[in-house]
């Protein structure tokens, strides 16, 4: 079994920054590409940055400059620094992971997802 567990979600004022982290645990071979996911009320999960093991990023367009995606491979865990959160950010945040299990199984794995909520 595999288990993507995010925290460091929470309440900010426009402008102010949080770090989200995402670890993955369990019988994990290898992990290709760990990310975050982000979805408003009403509307479709999106992406929000990527990560592969080779250090390709990928950003969506209106966080390019904000947030900065990272890994540390040893510890299978991914985190997201965002800077300058307006109210146009969605508030449900969901860790996603590719990977290979030691079971020679190959799939896409989530996390329950951490809110954060912009206020003023």
């Known amino acids: 079994q595999v288990q993507l567990v995010e925290s460091g979600g929470g309440l900010v004022q426009p402008g102010e920054s949080l770090r989200l982290s995402c670890a993955a645990s369990g019988s994990i071979f290898t992990i290709v590409d760990m990310g975050w996911y982000r979805q408003a009320p009403g509307k479709q999960r999106e992406l929000v940055a990527t990560?592969?093991?080779?250090?390709?990023?990928n950003y969506e367009d209106s966080v390019k400059g904000r947030f900065a995606i990272s890994r540390d491979n040893a510890k299978n865990t991914v985190y997201l620094q965002m800077n300058s959160l307006n109210h146009e950010d969605p508030p449900d945040y969901y860790c996603?992971?590719?990977?290979?299990?030691?079971?020679?199984?190959?799939?896409?794995?989530w996390g329950q997802g951490t809110q954060v909520t912009v206020y003023s």
């Open positions: 996603s992971a590719r990977l290979y299990t030691d079971y020679s199984t190959w799939g896409d794995y």
């Open positions: 990560k592969n093991s080779g250090g390709a990023t």
